[in-house]
């Protein structure tokens, strides 16, 4: 696996990634050497069984770019298979209570911080040729990534208890989810939507914590880091949907006019 320097890199600046919702190690190696700073595999709403999941994670870090998964739920089954594959970090879509994040935490560190299972065999442990285990174990808790999503007005509203518990390295917003939990699915950008969000990055920001978001554009982007967003996820398909419907209509006109 690739050993990341993330944490670091994250305090200096902000860190553009770029989710991957479709099982296909070529175009999470293709993304990755486009320049992006990480990759977020997103086994929530894509598809993949692990063995697609561990090459596409393999195609991300061969181009020297660090990988994580998004599981489908916060559940240990998901969260270890995926760091036994050697992901970089795990992001976890709606976690709402303080039980939730401590099972988070438990899930993904190691002892003495959490209670993830050892086995020195998968890729994760360079499949038991990583020269000293306790090394192993100390350097994988003090690199791995954690991200909880916070999506919900449950969430939002324990927020500064969610903030408490060690172990946690970004809190990512999720807009669209937060929007349909606040009645406003109709618009994700309302008023009322886009000011629980900043409210929220500034209390993370007040707890000493990284606060992440998903951003659809420029403009987006350049108001989540105004905001103090650090962790910032964008994705190709609506780019590549727009471009599709530009080039056909394109094609069509000079078809109608030949």
Not at 70 to 89: C, F, H, M, W
Not at 174 to 180: E, M, R, S, Y
Not at 198 to 219: C, D, H, L, M
Request: one cysteine or more; proline letters at 5%.
């Amino acid at each position: 696996m690739l050993w990341s320097d993330m944490k670091k890199r994250i305090d200096e600046r902000p860190m553009f990634g770029c989710f991957v919702t479709f099982p296909s190690p070529s175009l999470t190696e293709f993304i990755a050497q486009m320049g992006f700073d990480f990759t977020c595999i997103d086994n929530e709403h894509g598809i993949m069984d692990n063995m697609v999941m561990e090459n596409m994670i393999r195609g991300s870090q061969c181009a020297g770019v660090p990988s994580i998964i998004r599981t489908p739920v916060n559940r240990s089954e998901y969260i270890q298979k995926a760091l036994d594959s050697g992901a970089n970090g795990i992001q976890i879509p709606m976690v709402n209570t303080l039980d939730e994040v401590k099972e988070a935490v438990n899930a993904a560190h190691y002892p003495p911080i959490g209670k993830r299972g050892f086995d020195f065999l998968p890729r994760a442990c360079d499949y038991s040729l990583y020269p000293n285990k306790m090394d192993y174990l100390r350097k994988a808790n003090e690199q791995l990534m954690v991200i909880l999503q916070i999506e919900t007005v449950e969430a939002v509203e324990n927020l500064e208890q969610l903030l408490t518990v060690e172990g946690v390295d970004v809190f990512f917003i999720g807009p669209f989810d937060l929007a349909v939990s606040m009645g406003y699915a109709h618009n994700p950008r309302h008023p009322k939507v886009l000011e629980m969000i900043e409210r929220s990055i500034t209390i993370i920001q007040n707890k000493g914590k990284k606060a992440g978001i998903y951003v659809s554009n420029v403009e987006q982007t350049k108001q989540a880091v105004q905001w103090g967003a650090s962790y910032i996820l964008t994705d190709l398909t609506q780019a590549m949907t727009q471009w599709a419907e530009q080039y056909l209509q394109s094609v069509k006109a000079i078809e109608s006019i030949t």
